[in-house]
């Protein structure tokens, strides 16, 4: 079966010039000439035979990471961020506790890696004497020159000035303590990420007032929420799943 969702997907690739139903009739004849191809090349076996196979495994796998990312995405929606809610008294109160930290930007750099034994190395470096910016620029597997892809000039390490809101959750303790040119030790974040934070500088908008920052604390707070509905829904998910790791 050959479906309307079929020509959908693929009526836009070439055929942009061509009017609506000869375009997709064009697009369907497509489709049955490939069908009919692929109907002859199973009865060969070619699926079965490298380095096709590899290929269709490749494809099959990519299709399989994104209906999964898509039912993800699509129940955590549902599941956390439909059934997290923030009330102004919440939001006041947490302003009224935290208006200093709502309103200061900081100045922040910083070492992330994807393993503990590569910021367990970028640490040593670091209390070894070397530069903040050289350990940051460093990247294992990365070979440009310290910037950004391609070697542009873009100092990923340096995150600017950012704002509470801004800053993920995770780091919200460490940077509490850390004062202006301080270094962090290792902050260990979700998803496989440690982080190692340099604050910079701070910059703190001292008249700003809870109406001008409303929808800062309403984020923040919906945000914390969420990660923490997030983090209730996949451990639940896990304790209750028979999960078998072989590698």
């Known amino acids: 079966a050959i479906t309307a969702a079929d020509i959908k997907a693929l009526s836009g690739r070439g055929h942009r010039s061509v009017p609506g139903k000869a375009r997709d009739r064009r697009v369907l004849d497509n489709i049955v000439n490939q069908e009919l191809v692929r109907q002859a090349a199973v009865k060969l076996g070619l699926d079965k035979e490298d380095p096709l196979k590899a290929r269709l495994q490749g494809i099959q796998a990519q299709a399989a990471a994104q209906t999964r990312r898509a039912l993800y995405e699509g129940f955590l929606n549902r599941e956390v961020a439909s059934r997290v809610e923030v009330t102004d008294e919440e939001a006041r109160a947490y302003w009224d506790k935290n208006k200093k930290e709502v309103r200061t930007a900081i100045h922040l750099m910083q070492i992330l890696r994807r393993s503990e034994e590569e910021i367990r190395k970028a640490e040593a ?66 998803a496989g990420r440690f982080w190692i934070l340099k604050v910079v500088a701070r910059q703190e908008d001292e008249g700003g007032t809870f109406d001008s920052y409303s929808k800062t604390v309403m984020a923040t707070l919906k945000r914390a929420a969420m990660e923490a ?17 072989n590698m």
């Open 229 to 245: 509905r997030r983090t209730e829904v996949l451990e639940g998910l896990r304790k209750d799943a028979k999960i078998e790791i």
């Open 125 to 190: 470096d670091l209390k070894a004497g070397k530069d903040f910016e050289a350990v940051a620029k460093d990247r294992p597997g990365i070979k440009t020159p310290g910037h950004g892809a391609g070697g542009s000039s873009h100092k990923f390490w340096d995150m600017g000035f950012m704002h509470w809101a801004q800053i993920p959750t995770i780091l919200h303790e460490p940077l509490r303590t850390l004062k202006d040119g301080e270094v962090s030790g290792v902050v260990k974040g979700p």
